[in-house]
């Protein structure tokens, strides 16, 4: 059972626009959420999180939203620049637990 | 310190062979994991250790797959008995503690079984 769903395999965006990767999770006991980036034969490298107490964090062109209620959680990066195409994997955790990922989104910015 | 250091990058082994995966973790991190990336897949988490100790290996597999962070030198992910199953990209992340958000992850081993 994936208690952490990326329904969207794949996505393009034109370079400018907003992309916008979304996540779902079925774990009602995750209490942190975090998103990371991954280039083709490197590892993930951290790019924002946010706690279950918060429903948006901001990062420079990167933001995070989570709706709880709906056990939901965002990311948008606005504007899209090239250099942001990669993989991009969401990861959540229950107290302290180990990560539990989404099979990513691959997103491919157009110039 | 360069980061999570992994070795090999690439590992080839025949079926029936033993494949050793090592990650070193970063300065002053004492907390390893290792995830699986099979094609097209996410991570899957294996197992979480600390210096000389299994904290949660519920990811692993039973048997042929066993893991350990000694004293010193680096954590050894150990698959005994390779099947083409097991081609996949292995990841080790570490952290100082406990935290979610201190995750720092290596490059990874990519293993083809053939």
């Known amino acids: 059972d994936q208690q952490v769903k990326q329904n969207s395999p794949s996505l393009s965006v034109q370079e400018g626009r907003i992309s916008i990767l979304n996540c779902d999770y079925t774990?009602?006991?995750?209490?942190?959420f975090l998103w990371y980036k991954k280039y083709p034969a490197e590892g993930p490298t951290f790019l924002i999180s946010?706690?279950?107490?918060?429903d948006k964090n901001e990062d420079g062109r990167f933001t995070v939203f989570l709706n709880k209620s709906a056990k939901h959680l965002s990311l948008h990066i606005v504007p899209s620049q090239p250099g942001d195409s990669a993989v991009y994997f969401c990861?959540?955790?229950?107290?302290?637990?180990?990560?539990?990922f989404g099979k990513g989104t691959r997103l491919s910015v157009i110039a | 310190n360069a980061g999570v250091m992994q070795n090999p990058r690439h590992l080839v082994r025949r079926r029936g062979q033993e494949a050793r995966l090592r990650c070193s973790p970063m300065k002053g991190h004492s907390h390893v994991y290792w995830y699986r990336q099979l094609p097209e897949e996410g991570l899957k988490f294996m197992v979480y250790?600390?210096?000389?100790?299994?904290?949660?290996e519920s990811g692993m597999p039973k048997e042929r797959f066993s893991a350990e962070f000694p004293k010193e030198g680096p954590s050894i992910l150990r698959i005994q008995q390779v099947v083409r199953g097991d081609s996949a990209a292995y990841f080790c992340?570490?952290?100082?503690?406990?935290?979610?958000?201190?995750?720092?992850f290596g490059s990874g081993t990519r293993l083809t079984v053939v």
């Open positions: 992340a570490s952290s100082p503690g406990q935290e979610s958000y201190g995750y720092t």
């Open positions: 990861a959540a955790s229950a107290g302290n637990t180990p990560l539990v």
């Open positions: 946010i706690s279950s107490i918060k």
């Open positions: 250790l600390q210096k000389e100790n299994i904290i949660d």
């Open positions: 774990n009602s006991m995750f209490d942190y």
